[in-house]
C-alpha cells in the first residue's frame, strides 16, 4: 500500500484499492465450504469492471440485478450460462433481450412475468419464490417478510406448481435475505425450496433442474469455524442425495473484506474533528442508516503509520448536508496533520456500488493490489448528468 501514495497525482485526494489477495482467500473459502456449485457474485456489490473481469478469469459467474448488469456481465467476458438475471421489474424489451441466451439463468419475480417469455425460451426460467422467513437480515435487507415486493409466497404453492408445469420452467429461486443472521430460519427456507422442486418433478420427471438458493451473510473474518462453513454444511445436508444444480448469488460476504481506501486529511479541526475527501458520496449506505465498523488507521505523506497516544474525533466528509459524517468519536493519532491519510479498511462491498451523485464530485482513482504491487484500474472519473 505504501507503494500507491507516491502514484497518487495532485488532484488524487482519495483512492480506492482492491485487495487482491483477500478476494481470493475468500472466493476458494466459498467454494470449499460449497463445492461443486455455480457462484455467481452479485455485481451491485462492487460493478468494478476490472473487478468482474477478475473474477470472471478465476472462474466464478455474475449475478446481474438490471440489464444494465447483464451487459456489464458480457463486458467482462462471463460465459451466459454463468450469469444470473434477477430484476423484479423486467421490460419486455429486456425479456426479449435473454429470452434466448442459451444457459442464462433469469429468474422471474411474478407468475405473471412468466406471461412475457416466448414458450421456445432457450434460457433457462427460474420463478423467485418468498420463503417467508425471517433468517435475522437487518429489517432494511430482508426481502422475505409475508408483504415482500420480492417473489411468489412459498404458502402459495399450488400456484407455484401448476405454474411451473405450464411454462418451460427449469429453476426455482429463493432469497431470504442480505447480511442473514439465523440460519436455522435459512435451512427452513432451503428445505420448502427443495420441497417445492420435488412435488414439481413428481409430476414431470426432471423438469426443475436448477435451484438458486440465494441470500447472503454478514462479513466475517476466515479465522475458525466460520458462518459461510456452517451454512455450507447445512445447504450440503438439505440437498444431499438430490441431483439438482445449486447456484448462490453471494456479494459483500464476498467483496467486504477484500478493499480499502484512503483519503487525505484535509482539515484536522482542534479538539475533535477531522474533514477528509470521503464521505456519504462513498459511504451512502452507512451515513443514511447504521455505518459499519470500519478499521481505520493514519498514514503521513512520506509513508509512516502514525502512532502515540489516541483521542476520539469525529470524520467528516466532503458533501453539503449535516448528516456527511464518516464516523464519531472514533479514536485516531493525536498528532494528526494536513497531508496525512486515513486508511479505512474493509470497504470492498456497497461503496463504489452506491457512489452518490450529490454535489457532482468525481469518483476516485481505483487500484488493484495484488500482495506485490499496486496497478491503476481507473482514472478519477467525472460524474455525467
Known amino acids: 500500500m505504501l507503494s500507491l501514495l507516491p502514484q497518487l ?5 482519495a483512492a480506492i484499492v482492491a485487495h ?3 478476494l481470493k482467500a475468500r472466493l476458494a473459502h466459498l467454494t470449499a465450504a ?5 457462484h455467481s457474485i452479485a455485481i451491485k456489490t462492487n460493478p468494478q469492471i476490472s473487478l468482474l473481469r477478475t473474477l470472471v478469469g478465476w472462474g466464478y459467474g455474475l449475478e446481474a440485478a438490471s440489464i444494465e448488469e447483464v451487459r456489464r456481465a458480457k463486458t467482462a467476458g462471463c460465459c451466459v450460462d454463468q450469469i444470473v438475471f434477477d430484476s423484479p421489474v423486467k421490460t419486455r424489451l429486456e425479456i426479449a433481450e435473454v429470452a434466448y441466451e442459451r444457459g442464462m439463468l433469469v ?20 420463478i423467485r419464490i418468498n420463503p417467508q422467513v425471517h433468517a435475522g437480515s437487518p429489517d432494511m435487507f430482508d426481502v422475505s417478510k409475508n408483504e415482500s415486493k420480492f417473489g411468489v409466497p412459498i404458502s402459495n404453492q399450488s400456484e407455484l406448481i401448476r405454474a411451473a408445469l405450464a411454462y418451460p420452467v427449469g429453476a426455482l429461486h429463493i432469497h431470504s435475505g442480505s447480511q442473514m443472521q439465523n440460519l436455522e430460519a435459512q435451512k427452513e427456507a432451503l428445505v420448502g425450496l427443495r420441497d417445492v422442486a420435488l412435488a414439481i418433478n413428481a409430476l414431470a420427471p426432471g423438469k426443475i433442474h436448477t435451484l438458486d438458493i440465494g441470500g447472503g451473510l454478514p462479513s466475517e473474518p476466515l479465522e475458525g469455524q466460520t458462518k459461510m462453513a456452517s451454512y455450507g454444511a447445512m445447504v450440503q445436508e438439505v440437498f444431499r442425495g438430490t441431483s439438482f444444480k445449486l447456484v448462490t448469488e453471494f456479494g459483500q460476504w464476498v467483496h467486504a473484506s477484500a478493499g480499502f481506501a484512503l483519503t487525505a486529511i484535509e482539515y484536522v479541526i482542534h479538539p475533535d474533528r477531522i474533514f477528509v475527501h470521503l464521505g456519504a458520496d462513498f ?7 447504521t455505518a459499519r465498523p470500519f478499521p481505520l488507521a493514519v498514514i503521513s505523506s512520506r509513508g509512516e503509520w502514525r502512532g502515540g497516544q489516541q483521542r476520539p474525533f469525529d470524520i467528516a466528509g466532503p458533501l453539503c ?7 464519531h468519536k472514533k479514536n485516531l ?3 494528526l496533520q494536513e497531508s496525512d491519510y486515513l486508511v479505512i479498511d474493509e ?10 451523485r450529490h454535489c457532482s464530485r468525481t469518483v476516485p482513482s481505483y487500484w488493484a493490489w495484488d500482495g506485490n504491487s499496486i496497478v491503476k484500474w481507473a482514472e478519477r472519473q467525472t460524474i455525467g448528468f
Not at 497525482?9 to 485526494?13: A, L, M, Y
Not at 460449497?34 to 455455480?38: N, T
Not at 448536508?321 to 464518516?326: E, K, N, P, R, T
Open 107 to 126: 429468474n422471474v419475480n411474478t407468475l405473471d412475468e412468466l406471461e412475457r417469455f416466448p414458450a421456445d425460451a432457450t434460457c433457462v426460467l427460474g
Open 283 to 289: 459511504f451512502m449506505r452507512d451515513a443514511y442508516t
Open 347 to 356: 470497504t470492498g462491498a456497497n461503496t463504489y456500488a452506491l457512489w452518490s
Open 34 to 38: 460449497m463445492p461443486g456449485m455455480q
Open 333 to 335: 493519532p493525536g498528532d
Open 9 to 13: 497525482g495532485v488532484e488524487d485526494t
Open 20 to 22: 487482491l489477495p483477500r
Open 321 to 327: 448536508f449535516a448528516g456527511d459524517y464518516l464516523a
